[in-house]
């Protein structure tokens, strides 16, 4: 198993700002994913981030918008960019093999 | 897009009743996944099912992989207030390195002690 942190863990932001948001695992991990869930609702993949190489995002998310980094086997960041409120949302990052993966507290993003 | 149905959407029980909630798709999937979440927190993982007509237990929560692989049920048996949270299925026909999963809408469980 992995322990996921995430930091912060809930943010209020104006329209407009950029927030980055850090994943540290416990152990390290090839691959790492990022997921946004809105309020009530499921969960929806917005990039997998693998150490060494360029996110892969998926339809509906774009680099410009979502850049993430890996610098190392541990760490991700996932920056929510130009934010407005259709941005609010809960962001969650995860790790490990597609079939089980470990998932990080959240972070809880209001825009206003 | 592919899409997972869950059912019921939400549950109010009484501790010590037995649940079941399911989880159907249209497309087949060869691997099927149950998560729960707690308010506040990220999904953990609870029970994963790998082959078709595969029933998998862990503590007082059973499920089933559907034989045609379009379905799985998740039963918890002598619910307890703790049992509370959203319970997602999610699939995938991947593994390891390859593919991501894709999640259900989740039944909300309330416990009622």
């Known amino acids: 198993s992995a322990v996921i942190s995430q930091k912060p863990s809930r943010d209020i932001c104006q329209r407009g700002t950029s927030l980055t948001i850090q994943c540290q695992v416990d152990?390290?991990?090839?691959?790492m994913f990022w997921y946004r869930q809105q309020p009530g609702q499921s969960l929806t993949l917005i990039a997998t981030?693998?150490?060494?190489?360029?996110?892969?995002?998926e339809s509906g998310f774009v680099i410009d918008k979502f850049p993430i980094s890996r610098p190392n086997l541990t760490f991700s960041t996932l920056t929510v960019s130009n934010m407005s409120p259709e941005d609010s949302s809960i962001y969650l990052c995860?790790?490990?093999?597609?079939?089980?993966?470990?998932f990080g507290p959240g972070t809880r993003l209001l825009v206003l | 897009g592919q899409q997972l149905n869950q059912s019921p959407q939400s549950m109010f029980i009484q501790e010590g009743e037995d649940v079941s909630m399911n989880c159907t798709s249209s497309?087949?999937?060869?691997?099927w996944l149950w998560y729960k979440q707690d308010p506040g927190e990220g999904p953990v993982l609870l029970i994963a099912l790998y082959k078709a007509g595969e029933l998998t237990s862990n503590g007082r929560l059973t499920a089933q992989f559907g034989i045609t692989r379009k379905d799985s049920f998740l039963n918890i048996s002598a619910s307890i207030p703790s049992d509370v949270g959203i319970y997602f299925c999610a699939v995938t026909n991947y593994g390891g390195s390859q593919g991501n999963l894709i999640f259900g809408k989740g039944t909300k469980l309330s416990v009622k002690p």
């Open positions: 995860s790790a490990g093999q597609i079939e089980t993966q470990y």
């Open positions: 152990s390290q991990v090839t691959m």
């Open positions: 497309s087949i999937f060869n691997t």
């Open positions: 981030a693998n150490q060494g190489s360029e996110a892969t995002y």
